[in-house]
T-cell receptor, first 112, second 115 residues
Framework: DGGITQSPKYLFRKEGQNVTLSCEQN?????MYWYRQDPGQGLRLIYY???????QKGDIAEGYSVSREKKESFPLTVTSAQKNPTAFYLC???????????FGPGTRLLVL | DQQVKQNSPSLSVQEGRISILNCDYT??????FLWYKKYPAEGPTFLIS?????DKNEDGRFTVFLNKSAKHLSLHIVPSQPGDSAVYFC??????????????FGKGTHLIIQP
C-alpha cells in the first residue's frame, strides 16, 4: 500500500527544545516538501528536496532544518530558534518536477 | 504580498446546485494550477489541475477553468454533494522554470453544502 506517512500525529514541544517530525514515502518519488499551515492560512513552504543529499530553503525556513539521507525519508527538525512553532505540518512528495504533489496526513505541533 | 488569492473565506451552496470557487494570481510565471480539498487535521487531497496551455479541464463532477489574461481560475462542482463540504485550496507553480520550487497556496475557501 503506497503512500506518505507522517509521525507522530501530535507532538508537544517544551520551550528551548528541538523536535523532529518524521516523513516517509514508499512511492519512489524523487522530490519531497515540508509545508506549514496556520489557522485560516494557506500552506507555506519550509524546505524542499529534489534528490538525496540535496535540499533547498523555502519561504519560511528560519528555525527549521532538514536532511535527505535516503530517498524515502525527509525529516524536519523544529529548532529552539523557531519562536512560533505551533502549527500543522504537512509533508508532500512528487515523482518528477512536472508531476502532482501528494500530501501526508500531517503532524500537529503544540508548545507546552 | 499574496501571489495566490482566494477572496471568499467561505461559501454556502445547496445540495444539488453548482459550487463555484474562485482564485486569482498575480505572478505571471505561474503556468500550472491545482485544486486541493482538505478536511480538518488531515492532509490536502489532490482534486484537479490545469496547465496554462489549456483553458478548461474536466474530471467527473469537477471542472477547472483558467483565464490567463485575467489571471483567474475557478473550480466548478456539479452537482454539489454533502461530502464536498471541506476547505478548498488553490495552488500554483512555475513548471517552465523547472518546477523545482514547491507550490504557492491561497488561504482556502470553506465550502459548506447544505441539505
Amino acid at each position: 500500500d503506497g503512500g506518505i506517512t507522517q509521525s507522530p500525529k501530535y507532538l508537544f514541544r517544551k520551550e528551548g527544545q528541538n523536535v523532529t517530525l518524521s516523513c516517509e514515502q514508499n512511492l519512489n518519488h524523487d522530490a519531497m516538501y515540508w509545508y506549514r499551515q496556520d489557522p485560516g492560512q494557506g500552506l507555506r513552504l519550509i524546505y524542499y528536496s529534489q534528490i538525496v543529499n540535496d535540499f533547498q530553503k523555502g519561504d519560511i525556513a528560519e528555525g527549521y532544518s532538514v536532511s535527505r539521507e535516503k530517498k524515502e525519508s525527509f525529516p524536519l527538525t523544529v529548532t529552539s530558534a523557531q519562536k512560533n512553532p505551533t502549527a500543522f505540518y504537512l509533508c508532500a512528495s512528487r515523482r518528477g518536477l512536472k508531476e502532482t504533489q501528494y500530501f501526508g496526513p500531517g503532524t500537529r505541533l503544540l508548545v507546552l | 504580498d499574496q501571489q495566490v488569492k482566494q477572496n471568499s473565506p467561505s461559501l454556502s451552496v445547496q445540495e444539488g446546485r453548482i459550487s463555484i470557487l474562485n482564485c486569482d494570481y498575480t505572478n505571471s510565471m505561474f503556468d500550472y494550477f491545482l485544486w486541493y480539498k482538505k478536511y480538518p487535521a488531515e492532509g490536502p487531497t489532490f482534486l484537479i489541475s490545469i496547465s496554462s496551455i489549456k483553458d478548461k479541464n474536466e474530471d467527473g463532477r469537477f471542472t477547472v477553468f483558467l483565464n490567463k489574461s485575467a489571471k483567474h481560475l475557478s473550480l466548478h462542482i456539479v452537482p454539489s454533494q454533502p461530502g464536498d463540504s471541506a476547505v478548498y485550496f488553490c495552488a500554483a507553480s512555475s513548471q517552465s522554470g523547472g518546477g523545482a520550487d514547491g507550490l504557492t497556496f491561497g488561504k482556502g475557501t470553506h465550502l459548506i453544502i447544505q441539505p
